[in-house]
């Protein structure tokens, strides 16, 4: 069975611009969660998403998105990014929310860099 | 509130070494507990969880953690290091049902890089 897949994996942009990431969870996999890693802060929370519904949100600014599609794939969206944008944006799927027993599993990440 | 601590930000072991990454947690209820791995340049690996039931709880390569509760830790050991095990690891807790922290979302530790020498 495959794993999550991101795409794209790097990613670099211009402060202004605006990005949008995808993620495609495990096969089954119908809940999709998104994180932002950077050195100082460890993984923190954005949203997560199940059956196309947002379920919990992080307290990031709204100018990160993202929704989930019928098929469970999902896409993050970051607007008008600026320089502490730059982070490895992981994705986690699993089979029901994130508040049951289930394990999440992660894709490889998407190394964004902001100039 | 909920949270977790991992309070080593570097743990050094030589190879052929038991080896302990360290992890704290407060929840308002019992604790799902996780442990991963993150190898350089890679998303997170998933070695095991506690949710309920035997203390001691065995993983992914060798590696197993013990649940107590008086002392709320959950530490990840691995009797005799290897070299590969060299990566950052992570704890997480989760509310059970009967906690309301957070909307029982996964609250994540810092990471401890793990370094074993040859």
């Known amino acids: 069975k495959a794993g999550v897949t991101q ?25 999709v969660s998104w994180y ?3 050195p100082g802060q460890g993984l923190q929370f954005l949203f997560e998403y199940f059956s196309e519904t947002q379920r919990n949100k992080g307290n ?13 794939r999902s896409e ?19 089979l029901r929310p994130s508040a049951s027993t289930d394990t999440q599993y992660f894709g490889p990440g998407t190394r964004l860099t902001v100039l | 509130a909920q949270s977790v601590a991992q309070p080593e930000d570097q743990v050094n072991v030589a190879e052929g070494n038991p080896l302990t990454v360290k992890c704290t947690y407060s929840v308002s209820g019992n604790p799902y ?44 050991k691995k009797p005799s290091a290897l070299v590969s095990d060299s990566a950052l690891y992570f704890c997480a807790v989760r509310d059970g049902p009967q ?19 040859p």
């Open chain 1, 7 to 31: 795409t794209p994996r790097y990613l670099i942009k211009t402060r202004g611009q605006q990005v949008t990431l995808s993620c495609s969870p495990i096969s089954g996999h119908r809940s």
């Open chain 1, 36 to 38: 932002q890693q950077t």
């Open chain 1, 60 to 72: 990031f600014p709204g100018r990160f998105s993202g929704r989930q599609f019928s098929n469970s």
């Open chain 1, 76 to 94: 993050m969206n970051v607007s008008t990014l600026e320089l502490g944008d730059s982070a490895l944006y992981l994705c986690a799927s699993s």
């Open chain 2, 33 to 76: 507990l996780f442990w991963y791995v993150q190898y350089p340049n890679r998303g997170l690996q998933f070695l095991l969880k506690y949710i309920t039931g035997d203390n001691l709880v065995k993983g992914s390569y060798g590696f197993e953690a013990e649940f107590n509760k008086s002392q709320t830790s959950f530490h990840l």
């Open chain 2, 99 to 117: 906690g309301a922290g957070n909307n029982r979302k996964l609250i994540w530790g810092l990471g401890t890089s793990l370094a074993v020498n």
